[in-house]
Structures are given as structure tokens and as C-alpha cells.
């Protein structure tokens, strides 16, 4: 199946634990995207990579960091897990052409307790 | 900066009743408009575009919007709810960033109920 996909669909983790999270695309697309949705399920872009190279860096602790080792993949790793970071986490991508909406992996439930 | 507000946190309609789910658009130039669907547990899916084409978009499961500028609105419209719509509508603009990125801005979701 063509698609975007995550790994894991949930994570439970205790804070100050370092996770991450994995995304793949098989879309052939060149750009890919972090968002965080919060409990009020509001989404936000946290950042895109084209091709490898990072290109949207919203406001985002240090803690976070992606990485993106080829254009199939960006993975999203996160240092010192606090309480506040318990979110669902979108992986995304498009082809890098304006207009274009993109297709969204299934989501990871992150709880830090 | 392009934004969208959403009217409505939530909508209740009977089954077999129109909906309506209320979208106004902040743009300095045209935007591109998307409307996304959210299941309970789910991710999102893409229920249709607007990119500067025709005004009266066409989306999937029977979902229709119509760009107006002049109103700067974006209203999603279905002629008959049907159980299975209840869920959550994300109106969205769409931005390119520099560097090749479409920079997608949400809004804060309506709710859609859709009772017997």
C-alpha cells in the first residue's frame, strides 16, 4: 500500500526518557512534516524537511530533534520527555509544489507520566 | 500571515439533515483551502481542495465547499448527514514556505454530531 507510516502507534514513557518516534513514505514525495495535535486536538507544524534539508523549524524545545537520513524518511527523537509533550504526533509529506495538501500517517499517542 | 477560523467548536444535526461547517480565511494573496476530516482515534484525512480553479469544490462522501473572496469564506456543506460523518473538520490554509514546503495552517476543529 502507498502511504505514510508511523512507528509506534503509542508510547508510554516516563519523564526525563528519551524516545523516538519513526516515519516512512512510499509516495515518491519530496518533502515531509512533524505536526503535534494537543488534548484541545489543535494541530501545529513543528517542522518540514525537502529532501533532507530541514526547512521548517517552528518554535520547538531543543529537546526535539528530527532527522531526516534519506527523502522516505524523517524521524522525529526527543530528549528529557516532560508531561507537557504527551501529545498525538503526525508524520506528513507532499510534493514540494505550492497548493498541495498532504497525506498524514495514522498518528503516535505519546503519554509521558 | 495566512490564517482560519473556524465558527463553530461544534455542530449537532439529525441524521438525513443538511450540515453546515463555517470556515473564514485570513490571505494577503488567493490561498489554497483544504478541508480535513478527523475520526475518533484516527488520523486525517484530505476531504477536499480549493486551488483557484472552479469556486464550488467537490469533495469525497458527498462533502461540497464553496470559495467565496469576497465574504472571505470557505463553508463546508453535505445536502444529507449521515451517522457516519460525526467527527472533527479542520478548515486549513495552505502556505509555500522558501527552501519547497506547503506549509499547512489548521484551524481549531469543529465537531460534528450527528444524531438519530
Known amino acids: 500500500d502507498t502511504a505514510v507510516s508511523q512507528t509506534p502507534k503509542y508510547l508510554v514513557t516516563q519523564m526525563g526518557n528519551d524516545k523516538s518516534i519513526k516515519c516512512e513514505q512510499n509516495l515518491g514525495h519530496d518533502t515531509m512534516y512533524w505536526y503535534k495535535q494537543d488534548s484541545k486536538k489543535f494541530l501545529k507544524i513543528m517542522f518540514s524537511?525537502?529532501?533532507?534539508?530541514?526547512?521548517i523549524n517552528e518554535t520547538v524545545p531543543n529537546r526535539f530533534s528530527p532527522k531526516s537520513p534519506d527523502k522516505a524518511h524523517l524521524n522525529l527523537h526527543i530528549n528529557s520527555l516532560e508531561l507537557g509533550d504527551s501529545a498525538v504526533y503526525f508524520c506528513a509529506s507532499s510534493q514540494a509544489t505550492p497548493g498541495l495538501g498532504y497525506t498524514f500517517g495514522s498518528g503516535t499517542r505519546l503519554t509521558v507520566v | 500571515a495566512q490564517s482560519v477560523t473556524q465558527l463553530d467548536s461544534h455542530v449537532s444535526v439529525s441524521e438525513g439533515t443538511p450540515v453546515l461547517l463555517r470556515c473564514n480565511y485570513s490571505s494577503s494573496y488567493s490561498p489554497s483551502l483544504f478541508w480535513y476530516v478527523q475520526h475518533p482515534n484516527k488520523g486525517l484525512q484530505l476531504l477536499l481542495k480549493?486551488?483557484?480553479?472552479?469556486?464550488l469544490v467537490k469533495g469525497i462522501n458527498g462533502f461540497e465547499a464553496e470559495f467565496k473572496k469576497s465574504e472571505t469564506s470557505f463553508h463546508l456543506t453535505k445536502p444529507s448527514a449521515h451517522m457516519s460523518d460525526a467527527a472533527e473538520y479542520f478548515c486549513?490554509?495552505?502556505?509555500?514556505?522558501?527552501?519547497?514546503?506547503?506549509?499547512?495552517?489548521f484551524g481549531t476543529g469543529t465537531q460534528l454530531k450527528v444524531e438519530l
Open positions: 480549493y486551488t483557484s480553479a472552479a469556486t
Open positions: 486549513v490554509v495552505s502556505s509555500w514556505e522558501e527552501g519547497g514546503g506547503n506549509k499547512l495552517t
Open positions: 524537511y525537502n529532501n533532507k534539508e530541514l526547512i
